[in-house]
């Protein structure tokens, strides 16, 4: 059964970093683009950031770029999402997917599989 299952969220800071990890079982995760999406309260879900099959392609939404990066361990079945310099805006429950494509991009429709969420909160 394929699975993904989020943790590493929790209460931070403004200015604080997270890691947020991506566990993927039941599947192989080198067939599978990755991507990390969020949702706020009475906002729609966006996507954070995707990263390619191999690891060796990656996009980040506006918002984080410089802020946050994407990584992938295929031989540890887990991805990745280190976020830095932490906003109050970034508060949302984040996400990860999973699609099997070549393709990077994070438009959440084209993902197959998704964790459970795992909520990040940035607050003083």
């Known amino acids: 059964q394929l699975q993904l299952v989020e943790s590493g969220g929790g209460l931070v800071q403004p200015g604080g970093s997270l890691r947020l990890s991506c566990a993927a079982s039941?599947?192989?995760?080198?067939?599978?683009?990755i991507g990390w999406f969020r949702q706020a309260p009475g906002k729609e879900r966006e996507g954070v950031s995707c990263i390619s099959r191999s690891g060796g392609s990656s996009n980040y939404a506006d918002s984080v770029k410089g802020r946050f990066t994407i990584s992938r361990d295929n031989a540890k079945h887990t991805v990745y999402l280190q976020m830095n310099l932490l906003k109050p805006e970034d508060t949302a429950v984040y996400y990860c997917a999973a699609r099997a494509s070549w393709a990077v991009r994070c438009v959440s429709f084209e993902y197959d599989y998704w964790g459970q969420g795992t909520q990040v909160t940035v607050s003083s």
């Open positions: 039941g599947f192989t995760l080198d067939y599978y683009a």
